[in-house]
């Protein structure tokens, strides 16, 4: 994933290591010297995360994070304090100060790249919930509770699975003053109760007796239940081989053994919210805009959804100067679909090219359909290369299988493609329009069932 990350420390030496490490990922590094400059620089420039040292000459850490998190206009931007100090008393004044998650020098390379993913990744879909938020507010219609819960990542339900009863009764115990905590010894009847009851967070001991934790995490992730809920793995010291195993099964985040509570605590509320944040995004139309933003018989967002939104995305991605590309696509021939097979066929091959299109959008995407047989997908974060990529997967996705229009029949369908990107500031959702409809048309003059980007 590409994030910019702002990495603080007075030491040179100390921000290079991190940016080379950083940067291997492929995330964009910011660096500043002192507190204040760092304060410049969220101010200045657009930043996700601030990897942000304590120990530091004038304002320390600490102080710099406090004045982060007071800011109207940074406080959304996620902290991650970076200390040699391993004291209870240094992560409590972490947390007072409004720090998001810790890492302890020397920092590991699995800990660091972990820990910035997960907290950008809460940041992208916090900006995104904001986003559609504010859409729905202009649109004239009320938040509500869910809204306010998604900020938040208390009061959560945690299923602990740890067969060690001292271990399993010091994370009750610690978890319990803020979440409601389930402790379950049986892995099959954590699996159960993961399949029938309703849970925000999964912790997980990779130090079970006769069964392999990791298995428990990979049954998790196969349910449809299950499926999205957060993972956090509790892991011994040197257990590197078992720890990357588990992020590449799709574990969220890991605590080394012994746990430091204050540590635990951080982690937990921010997959807490992780998910929260994903349900609103995943719920809030369905449940508050439907009847009004929704096209019923696609269930993709219509026109006026889109047209308020994109106002939104362009001002966002102006301010920003991040890339913003737009898709249109025309199902080819389709009155010939409605003239030899009826307009009841033709809505099922919209309903059925409407869930092909949708399973080529990513979360932050806004997919649409126009009217007709003309559907859009605006794309934050996407270069005109990337969004060419996106159309030529999509048009394969519709042309490679045939639509079942019948129990005994089907057809095949093709659609045609154009693109357009954010080229200057100057750019409208109107100018959008007509680049990626100018390309369009490009795509059929040369054939349909193709992938036309605008040149101009």
């Known amino acids: 994933m590409t994030a910019r990350v702002l ?22 590094v910011l660096s500043a010297f002192s507190g204040q400059e760092a304060l410049d620089v969220c101010e200045r420039e657009r930043v996700d995360v601030v990897l942000l040292d304590v120990m530091m000459p004038g304002m320390d850490g600490f102080e710099a994070c406090k004045r982060i998190k ?75 509770d869910a809204f306010a819960k998604a900020l938040s990542g208390h009061s959560g339900r945690v299923l602990v699975v740890d067969d060690h009863p001292r271990s399993a009764a010091r994370l009750s115990e610690a978890l319990s003053k803020v979440h409601e905590t389930v402790v379950e010894q049986d892995p099959q009847q954590a699996m159960n109760r993961l399949l029938t009851e309703d849970y925000d967070l999964l912790v997980v001991s990779l130090s079970l007796n006769d069964f392999d934790g990791l298995r428990l995490c990979s049954q998790a992730r196969s349910h449809e239940r299950s499926r999205r809920l957060p993972i956090v793995i509790l892991v011994e010291p040197g257990d590197d081989a078992r720890l990357l195993r588990g992020l590449d099964l799709g574990v969220n985040d890991y605590v ?74 025309d199902i080819d ?57 996106v159309g030529e997967r999509l048009r394969a996705c519709i042309a490679a299988d045939t639509f079942t229009i019948s129990t005994e029949q089907s057809i095949r369908v ?29 795509a059929k003059r040369r054939g349909r069932n193709r992938v036309a980007a605008d040149a101009a």
């Open 7 to 28: 990495v603080v420390d007075d030491i040179l030496a100390n921000v290079k290591l991190l940016e080379a490490r950083l940067s291997a990922e492929y995330f964009e």
């Open 70 to 144: 007071e800011n109207p206009k940074t406080h959304h931007i996620p902290v991650i304090m970076v200390t040699a100090l391993d004291q209870p008393s240094d992560k409590i004044q972490g947390l007072e100060s409004g720090a998001d998650d810790f890492l302890t020098k020397p920092v590991d390379d699995i800990a660091l790249i972990t820990r910035v993913k997960n907290i950008a990744r809460l940041k992208m879909l916090n900006d995104e919930m904001v986003l559609r938020a504010s859409t729905s507010k202009r649109l004239g219609m009320t938040e509500n």
């Open 414 to 442: 093709t659609a045609s493609v154009g693109l357009a990107t954010l080229e200057s500031k100057d750019d409208t959702a109107q100018t959008l329009f007509k680049k990626a409809d100018q390309a369009l048309y490009a």
């Open 256 to 329: 080394m053994r012994p746990i430091d509570r204050h540590e635990m605590m951080a982690r937990v509320k921010s997959q807490i919210k992780r998910k929260r944040h994903a349900d609103f995004l995943r719920h809030s139309l369905e449940e508050s805009v439907e009847a009004s933003v929704v096209d019923a018989l696609t269930g993709l967002h219509n026109r006026r959804y889109m047209e308020t939104h994109i106002q939104t995305l362009l001002s966002t991605a102006k301010e920003s100067g991040r890339p913003l590309s737009v898709l249109l696509a």
């Open 333 to 389: 021939h389709f009155k010939k679909v409605n003239d030899t097979y009826g307009h009841d066929v033709g809505d099922t091959v919209l309903q059925e090219f409407s869930k092909r299109f949708a399973r080529n959008t990513r979360g932050v995407d806004l997919a649409c359909r126009l009217g007709g047989e003309e559907f859009m997908i605006v794309m934050p974060d996407t270069d005109i290369a990337l969004a060419y990529q």
